[in-house]
């Protein structure tokens, strides 16, 4: 079983719909996670650190599930310029010092 | 400028030929890491240093050789390449007091093609 697995989607949205990605995890263990995004032929960037409260930043909501061990990013009012490919990030088990990444979820918003 | 660099953007290089990619970082960030991004498989560690001259090994070292003399710099080099490794490099650096909140910084990352 993979430490971090997302659907890989492809997922198509029209402009302005509400989306949902889910992640989960199998280290128990884990204690920091974060949201990442990565455009098509570049580096990924950080989109969230995703708290155990929820979090919310602008049209971005990250929450954490910590029995379930699942994190979840929703995405209001899609924009065009939300279209990347989103990375789930956990720190690995045994170290807080090293993220390991999901293959990621491939989102694309149509006009 | 301060930030994370990578060079070369892209590299072409044959079959059983070393070829060293390198990574400075400007901001004296103790952690640096190396990964490689393949279709099918995401971001897959090979190397990492917690400090100048500590290095340790990822999920996917073989292959690959890595020093950290400087605190700013990290190269990683293939000794003998295969087409296997044909991949995109990404270098990485955090502060491990920021991890939290702020996860790692990447470079713009290495393309590299063995042929």
């Known amino acids: 079983r993979k430490e971090v697995e997302q659907d890989p989607g492809p997922f198509n949205v029209p402009e302005g719909a509400t989306v949902a990605f889910n992640c989960t995890y199998s280290n128990s263990a884990s204690q920091s996670f974060f949201w990442y995004r990565q455009d098509c032929r570049k580096e990924p960037k950080l989109l969230m650190s995703?708290?155990?409260s929820g979090n919310e930043d602008g049209r971005f909501t990250a929450q954490l599930n910590r029995a379930s061990q699942y994190i979840s990013l929703l995405i209001r009012d899609s924009k065009l310029s939300d279209s990347a490919t989103y990375l789930c990030?956990?720190?690995?088990?045994?170290?807080?010092?090293?993220?390991?990444f999901g293959s990621g979820t491939q989102l694309t918003v149509l006009p | 400028d301060a930030g994370i660099t990578q060079s070369p953007r892209y590299k072409i290089t044959e079959t059983g030929r070393q070829v060293t990619l390198m990574c400075h970082q400007t901001?004296?960030?103790?952690?640096m890491f190396w990964y490689r991004q393949d279709l099918g498989h995401g971001l897959r560690l090979i190397y990492y240093s917690a400090a100048a001259d500590i290095t340790d090994k990822g999920e996917v070292p073989d292959g690959y050789v890595v020093s950290r003399s400087k605190t700013e710099n990290f190269p990683l080099t293939l000794e003998s390449a295969t087409r296997s490794q044909t991949s995109v490099y990404f270098c990485?650096?955090?502060?491990?007091?920021?991890?939290?909140?702020?996860?790692?910084?990447f470079g713009s990352g290495t393309r590299l093609t063995v042929v």
């Open positions: 995703v708290y155990s």
């Open positions: 901001w004296s960030h103790s952690y």
């Open positions: 990485a650096s955090s502060e491990p007091g920021a991890l939290t909140n702020y996860g790692y910084t």
């Open positions: 990030v956990v720190n690995s088990a045994g170290s807080a010092r090293q993220l390991t």
